[in-house]
């Protein structure tokens, strides 16, 4: 009689204290002093795992994948998290795209191929995939003619999805797209014609697509030259 008895509750992995009843109440230490008998009954429940929601939406060709796993959009584009996972979302543009950027609850992340989001509410993805400019054309070459230039050039891969070519062009060495003038929308063979002959004319050339133009090719020259005829005297 008159012992203080201390009781503490410890729920086992995957369980929750819910609380004391009997002699002791709430969910704190119960502490009880002997001076009749008593009686305490401590209840322990199953523990809720909150989980949250991430939905992906992808535009354009491209995929993205999630660490851990669960998403692989777009066949796979909405998953559940325990609250609290950091996931880890990337982006992978498909051949002849590039990757432009995410939005919603990825908009920080800008134009990066990774995104990380702490699962703490649910959350919804956009990411944005665009065509990819063209390579730059190759095998450029430049002949001198009367008063004329003729370029031709090599075709880019079909992969390049390419709309025109654009021809740039100077009579100083170093010509590039923002110091040649444009002539746009050339096909192989282009000849320059109305030349002065005599003068060196550079040139490069790029393509075209809905993504955008490409880098310039490397630089040619070629200088114009007139023909003399020749003639015969009786």
């Known amino acids: 009689s008159g012992t203080v008895v201390s009781l503490t509750a410890a729920p086992a992995s995957g369980y929750l204290f819910s609380g004391w009843s009997g002699a002791c109440t ?130 880019n891969p079909a992969g390049n999805n390419v709309t025109a070519y654009n021809l740039y062009w100077s009579t100083t060495s170093g010509v590039t797209k923002a110091t040649g003038t444009k002539i746009a929308g050339v096909a192989s063979p282009y000849s320059h014609t109305g030349r002065t002959n005599g003068t060196t004319y550079y040139y490069i050339v790029t393509a075209s697509n809905s993504g955008g133009e490409s880098t310039e090719s490397s630089q040619v020259s070629a200088t114009p030259t007139g023909i003399t005829a020749n003639r015969a005297y009786v």
């Open 26 to 155: 709430g969910t704190g230490t119960c502490s009880l002093t002997m001076t009749v008998n008593q009686s305490v009954t401590a209840t322990f429940v199953p523990a809720t795992v909150q989980t949250f929601s991430l939905s992906v939406t992808v535009l354009g060709s491209g995929q993205i994948t999630s660490s851990p796993a669960g998403i692989t959009c777009p066949t796979i584009c909405s998953a559940s998290f325990t609250s609290g996972t950091v996931v880890m979302l990337t982006a992978a543009p498909n051949s002849g795209y590039v990757f432009n950027g995410w939005g919603g609850d990825c908009s920080l992340a800008g134009t990066s191929l990774t995104c990380s989001l702490t699962m703490s509410a649910n959350k919804s993805v956009t990411a944005t995939f665009g065509v990819a400019p063209p390579s730059a054309p190759t095998g450029l070459v430049a002949t001198a003619g009367d008063s004329q230039v003729t370029l031709t050039w090599n075709s």
